[in-house]
């Protein structure tokens, strides 16, 4: 199909006789590097905005209830003087704070046991990587308790320790992943090995680290509601006082921001897995 002005949309020959490229193509062929544009393409008006419409539908339907619901003096005492407030940014903090020391444990931890001289310790930093997220997460948390105390350091061991195996295991598997061939072509232009591991390995393994990295954030948005058993607050403290006292208005309150947080927490790392990708590197949603 030939264009007004006398060129072919498509490619071919144009009106003068010379040779044209697709619309967009700049003569070349193959697939095209996966750079701004191409991010720009993959990150979609329904990405950016079904879910945050979706949890924003969601929390104002969960607030018109919560106002016509009947409150009595305990449920009152439970959400007075802004303890929801002070119970979301607690769990915000445990979250981020125990993400922040997955990512200096398991990334390093993780170049480390790809490395010629520590490969061999890799079945045993797995198998402790396995046992931490293996035990369960209350049993986890009570045993620290015992051993360090009530407060929010017992807590957030246990949500590091709980956390650690995805990012670890991601970081190793996408080091492995990565092609023998360009690792020797690498070495060969005369770069040293810690370029090699910074320019080569590193970059190719981004898309299954920051897989990984996503794990574990939805992983610990949910075990910060267990940091209420070891004196962490969080969500947690009105989920167990919902509970407990049988109020379903607070109840349903903490288990709804609970669910509301870690959706915004999974979709905003579903955006920065996507926007962190090195150029080059083509990536599904």
Same mark, same amino acid.
């Given at each position: *199909? $030939?264009?007004?002005?006398?060129?072919?949309?498509?490619?071919?020959?144009?009106?003068?006789?010379?040779?044209?490229?697709?619309?967009?193509?700049?003569?070349?062929?193959?697939?095209?590097?996966?750079?701004?544009? $191409?991010?720009?393409?993959?990150?979609?008006?329904?990405?950016?905005?079904?879910?945050?419409?979706?949890?924003?539908?969601?929390?104002?339907?969960?607030?018109?209830? #919560? $106002?016509?619901?009947?409150?009595?003096?305990?449920?009152?005492?439970?959400?007075?003087?802004?303890?929801?407030?002070?119970?979301?940014?607690?769990? &915000?903090?445990?979250?981020?704070?125990?993400? =922040? #020391?997955?990512?200096?444990?398991?990334?390093?931890?993780?170049?480390?046991?790809?490395?010629?001289? #520590?490969?061999?310790?890799?079945?045993?930093? *797995?198998? =402790?990587?396995? *046992?931490?997220?293996?035990?369960?997460?209350?049993?986890?948390? +009570?045993?620290? &308790? /015992?051993?360090?105390?009530?407060?929010?350091?017992?807590?957030?061991?246990?949500?590091?320790?709980? +956390? @650690?195996?995805?990012?670890?295991?991601?970081?190793?598997?996408?080091?492995? +992943?990565?092609?023998?061939?360009?690792?020797?072509?690498?070495?060969?232009?005369? *770069?040293?090995?810690?370029?090699? !591991?910074?320019?080569?390995?590193?970059?190719?393994?981004?898309?299954? /680290?920051?897989?990984?990295?996503?794990?574990?954030?939805?992983?610990?948005?949910?075990?910060?509601?267990?940091?209420? #058993?070891?004196?962490?607050?969080?969500?947690?403290?009105? /989920?167990?006082?919902?509970?407990?006292?049988?109020?379903?208005?607070?109840? &349903?309150?903490?288990?709804?921001?609970?669910?509301?947080? +870690?959706?915004? @927490?999974?979709?905003?790392?579903? !955006?920065?897995?996507?926007?962190?990708?090195?150029?080059?590197?083509?990536?599904?949603?």
């Amino acid at each position: *199909m $030939r264009s007004p002005t006398g060129r072919q949309d498509e490619g071919g020959r144009g009106s003068d006789g010379t040779l044209t490229a697709p619309d967009g193509d700049d003569g070349e062929r193959g697939p095209r590097p996966a750079g701004p544009a $191409r991010t720009a393409r993959r990150i979609t008006w329904r990405k950016l905005i079904v879910l945050p419409a979706v949890l924003g539908a969601v929390l104002l339907a969960t607030w018109l209830w #919560f $106002r016509q619901a009947e409150l009595d003096a305990l449920s009152e005492n439970a959400l007075a003087n802004g303890a929801v407030t002070k119970a979301l940014w607690q769990h &915000v903090q445990l979250t981020a704070i125990s993400t =922040f #020391f997955v990512l200096i444990i398991a990334i390093p931890l993780g170049i480390l046991l790809t490395r010629k001289t #520590f490969r061999k310790a890799t079945p045993v930093a *797995m198998a =402790f990587a396995n *046992m931490g997220q293996a035990t369960p997460a209350l049993g986890l948390l +009570a045993l620290l &308790v /015992i051993w360090l105390g009530i407060g929010r350091r017992s807590a957030l061991i246990g949500i590091i320790v709980y +956390a @650690v195996l995805p990012v670890l295991s991601n970081t190793i598997a996408g080091l492995r +992943a990565n092609d023998p061939t360009l690792l020797e072509a690498a070495r060969g232009i005369g *770069m040293s090995p810690m370029d090699v !591991l910074t320019r080569v390995e590193l970059p190719l393994a981004v898309p299954l /680290i920051l897989a990984g990295v996503r794990t574990a954030l939805v992983l610990n948005v949910g075990t910060a509601t267990l940091a209420v #058993f070891g004196g962490g607050g969080g969500l947690g403290v009105l /989920i167990t006082t919902g509970i407990t006292s049988q109020r379903m208005p607070v109840l &349903v309150l903490g288990s709804v921001l609970t669910v509301a947080l +870690a959706l915004l @927490v999974d979709w905003l790392a579903s !955006l920065a897995e996507l926007l962190l990708r090195p150029r080059g590197l083509e990536a599904g949603t």
